[in-house]
């Protein structure tokens, strides 16, 4: 079982629609992260929490905005997405301030714009 | 800047044969190095790291030495299995800096019985 968990595990919207994807760890890391990820691609990073603050953006647009309410949760609010935004979106977690922590990676949210 | 480049895939094997995946890396300074593995329908998974020279990082059967000289970290098992079929991306985090995780393409592995 992952120590990270995503909700939810498919998600299907419209253009026009508003979503939250919702990720949780509870193993005390302080640095999280979301990723996107195209088919047959790696991992694309979006964002970075560090000590439940914005640390890194990697340029995405504002149609993407992340929050984190807690060391725990990670949230990424979704608005007015586009078709080719369609991706396993992943979450994932590690000690921060530390090269050499691992990241730990939920199984993702399966996300198809229509 | 920062790079990770893996031998293209899919690699296909029978059972029982032996592995390699190449893994080779740019970068300033001495990274950490990572094998992640990722099967269907899943997030990625830490497989084995290490994290300065001449460190061989071990798991599941799994091998790679960090070797600064060839700036490499090639992935090795000896007897690959049916379950071992996903696909493995090498990648490195900068011990400074940012801390960002750089991704090789992925190398796809599929093994047959």
């Known amino acids: 079982d992952t120590e990270v968990t995503q909700t939810p595990k498919h998600l299907v919207m419209g253009m026009t629609n508003k979503k939250s994807l919702k990720c949780e760890q509870h193993?005390?890391?302080?640095?999280m992260y979301w990723y996107k990820q195209k088919a047959k691609k790696p991992p694309e990073l979006m964002f970075v929490y560090s000590y439940e603050k914005l640390s890194i953006n990697e340029s995405v647009p504002s149609r993407f905005s992340p929050e984190c309410p807690n060391s725990s949760l990670l949230n990424l609010h979704l608005h007015a997405l586009q078709p080719e935004d369609s991706a396993l979106y992943l979450c994932?977690?590690?000690?921060?301030?530390?090269?050499?922590?691992?990241?730990?990676f939920g199984n993702g949210t399966r996300l198809t714009v229509t | 800047g920062d790079s990770v480049t893996q031998m293209e895939g899919p690699v296909t094997l029978s059972e029982e044969a032996f592995l390699t995946i190449n893994c080779t890396y740019t970068?300033?300074?001495?990274?950490?190095l990572f094998w992640y593995v990722q099967y269907p329908g899943e997030g990625l998974q830490l497989l084995l790291k290490a994290t300065k020279a001449d460190d061989k990082g071990s798991n599941k059967g799994f091998e790679a030495t960090y070797r600064k000289e060839t700036t490499s970290f090639h992935l090795e098992k000896g007897s690959v299995q049916v379950s071992d079929s996903a696909v493995y991306f090498c990648?490195?985090?900068?011990?400074?800096?940012?801390?960002?995780?750089?991704f090789g393409a992925g190398t796809r592995l599929f093994v047959k019985a």
């Open positions: 970068a300033t300074g001495y990274p950490s």
């Open positions: 994932a977690s590690s000690q921060a301030g530390q090269g050499n922590s691992p990241l730990h």
């Open positions: 193993m005390g890391h302080r640095a």
């Open positions: 990648a490195l985090t900068r011990n400074t800096g940012g801390f960002k995780t750089i």
